[in-house]
């Protein structure tokens, strides 16, 4: 079956620390996309990459980092300067062209220890 | 002008009745609006999407109703069920790059 594999489910980070969350995805998109989800703000876009080796930060990519090495592929790192990494983290991805539909994965839900 | 604003952020419903969600923006560069549904815990899943170039659209018993000259669109769900309990954000983008979320409406049908 095609679809988004997102990993960890649940991750927690101590202080200091950098973790990283998996993307993976098999439906053969091109362009992919991290999200955060806070309750009661919506989705708002971390980075995204609309192809293998190039990305661009979103509306709030203070604290975040990418890479797109592989097309499959699109891992976030949450640094230890983002002072509030506690969120559900969703990853999607499409197909790029006019009116293509993101696809999402069932997201990760990092909290702080 | 990137914002899209969602109304309301909550909604009770009886079972059988119509629940509607609205969503307003600026950016007349947008021209591609899908709503999507999210259970707990599960990432959004696509719903129903139109372009401006039409003013309504329906699929089943979910239909947008899009008006571009108030630059508002809308989420009627009928004859609404237990099981369509679930946040529905609606969305917006210029050529269907990134994608401008609203801020989401948590719908509860009872039965």
């Known amino acids: 079956d095609g679809g988004i594999t997102q990993s960890p489910k649940y991750l927690f980070r101590k202080e200091g620390q950098n973790v990283t969350l998996s993307c993976e995805q098999n439906l053969n998109h091109d362009a992919m996309y991290w999200y955060r989800q806070d309750p009661g703000q919506g989705l708002r876009l971390i980075y995204y990459s609309q192809i293998v080796n190039d990305f661009q930060k979103g509306d709030i990519a203070e604290g975040y980092s990418v890479s797109r090495e592989k097309k499959e592929s699109f891992p976030l790192t949450v640094t230890s300067a983002q002072k509030n990494p506690t969120a559900f983290y969703l990853c999607?991805?499409?197909?790029?062209?006019?009116?293509?539909?993101?696809?999402f994965g069932d997201g990760t839900r990092l909290s702080i220890l | 002008q990137q914002q899209v604003k969602q109304s309301p952020q909550s909604l009770i419903v009886q079972k059988g009745g119509i629940s509607i969600i609205n969503c307003a923006y600026e950016n007349t560069a947008f021209d591609y609006f899908p709503w999507y549904q999210q259970f707990p815990g599960k990432g959004p899943a696509l719903l129903i999407a139109i372009r401006p170039d039409v003013s309504e659209k329906k699929e089943g018993r979910f239909t947008i109703s899009f008006n571009k000259s108030a630059k508002q669109f809308s989420l009627h769900i009928m004859d609404s069920q237990p099981g369509d309990s679930a946040t529905y954000f609606c969305?917006?983008?210029?050529?269907?790059?990134?994608?401008?979320f609203g801020e989401g409406t948590q719908l509860t049908v009872n039965p």
């Open positions: 999607a991805s499409t197909l790029t062209g006019r009116g293509q539909p993101q696809h």
């Open positions: 969305a917006a983008s210029p050529g269907g790059s990134r994608l401008t």
